[in-house]
């Protein structure tokens, strides 16, 4: 057992375990139009790895083997792997609920304009990276311009009934613009809610917080000013034993570009893929091995359960 494992509430085993595949996130590739400071996938234009469509094809029939409530697609930025479309027309056909975390700005990008049409015709879900209602909280965490990208973008979604009564879900999420935990997830909803439609007159569905995980551009950026173990002993300070029994892992899994299995996005960027006897490719998979695997777990999952807890759909406990 590693210090991690040390601090759950011990419930029979050893160790964290998974109680079956409600949500299987499939992250499509790590290239994206930004190079934002707190990305622990550390996802950039540069990077080239994109899921084709042989790894498509067997996403696709664990798909049909597991009938996951959600499927959740992810990147670097999803709207840029050119199978796109393809894929999730493939999944929708097949009665299966999509959600797409966009980072917005990727909807405006030159060729990708009818892109968001599509989406809506195909009645999929949209998770935007907001990480503030501020300017220059956007601008120093995204890079320049993100800000007001994003405010064109929302305007757009808006227009087209994401994130509007009765519209289709377009969810914002905030991460902290430091090494702090993220405030009370309802007041800053509340918060973001009044702004945005005071500043913009524009929508959204939820505000769903996540906290920064001491991993990737983020964690190389606390290294740098010495800040990295101050961070980690807040996480670690921060335990709330609430928040085990609703960690994401427990009910997702998470596939790689290439068809690698991980527990989480967050091992996915750690390249820890499933262990414990479960398989770690797709090539391999067997629901049997992994409804009730036991997790992978590392000293960056104090990231999920400091405070309220963090997870991709927002806070835990
Ligand atoms: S945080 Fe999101 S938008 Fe920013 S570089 Fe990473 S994948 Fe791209
Ligand atoms: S980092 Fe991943 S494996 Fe660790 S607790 Fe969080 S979701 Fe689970």
Redesign the pocket.
Known sequence: MNEFERRIPKKGKDGLFARGVDIIQVNIGLK?N???D??H?D??PDRREVMGREIMERVLEIMDEVRPQMVDLT???PELNPDLKWFLSSLTENGLRVQIRT?LTALLEPGLEDLPGFFRDHRVDLVA?MPCYLEENVRNQ?GPHVYERSIEAIRMLNGLGYGTANGLKLDLVYNPGGAFLPGDQDALEEAYRKELRQRFGIQFTNLLTITNMPIGRFQEGLRKKHKDKKYLALLKDSFNPGTVDGLMCRRQISIGWNGDMYDCDFNLALDMTMDHGAPDHVSRFDIGSVAGRRIVTGIHCFGCTAGRGSSCGGALA
Request: aromatic share 0%; glycine share 14%; proline share 0%.
């Open positions: 994206c930004q190079v934002c707190h990305c996938l996802a950039s990147g670097g930025a980072n990276s995204r």
